[in-house]
């Protein structure tokens, strides 16, 4: 299994930035996804899930500004993220884990995802 963040750079706060992860070695299918985050001397936080029916979840912090979508097609997860602002500099991951994501509680834990992409930085000022 491989995944490859890019589209990071430098953004405007109040602007908005789209994250691309290209996957190989593995169904999409078969695997939930997630995006996720770690700010300096922060630990790793989940944004977002997409399961393998397709269901989408948000972090409570992300509700209403991010989204995540997937193009098969092109073995693709994609994570917009709207009106950002400093605080979302960070580096961010792409994740997969096999099978279905899990419940509340236990869907953004760093922990339950199997393969992470090496990041990709993005700094909002």
């Known amino acids: 299994v491989q995944l490859v963040e890019s589209g990071g750079g430098l953004v405007q706060p109040g602007g908005s930035l789209r994250l691309s992860c290209a996957f190989s070695?593995?169904?999409?299918?078969?695997?939930?996804m997630g995006w996720f985050r770690q700010a300096p001397g922060k630990a790793r936080e989940g944004i977002a899930a997409?399961?393998?029916?397709?269901?989408?979840t948000y972090a409570d912090s992300e509700k209403g500004r991010a989204t995540i979508s997937k193009d098969t097609s092109k073995s693709t997860l994609y994570l917009t993220l709207d009106n950002v602002h400093p605080e979302d500099t960070a580096m961010y991951f792409c994740?997969?884990?096999?099978?279905?994501?899990?419940?509340?509680?236990?869907?953004?834990?760093?922990?339950?995802?199997?393969?992470y992409g090496q990041g990709t930085q993005v700094t909002v000022s």
């Open positions: 070695g593995y169904t999409y299918s078969g695997h939930c």
């Open positions: 994740a997969a884990r096999g099978g279905r994501c899990l419940a509340d509680g236990l869907r953004f834990d760093v922990h339950t995802y199997a393969y």
């Open positions: 997409l399961n393998t029916d397709g269901t989408r």
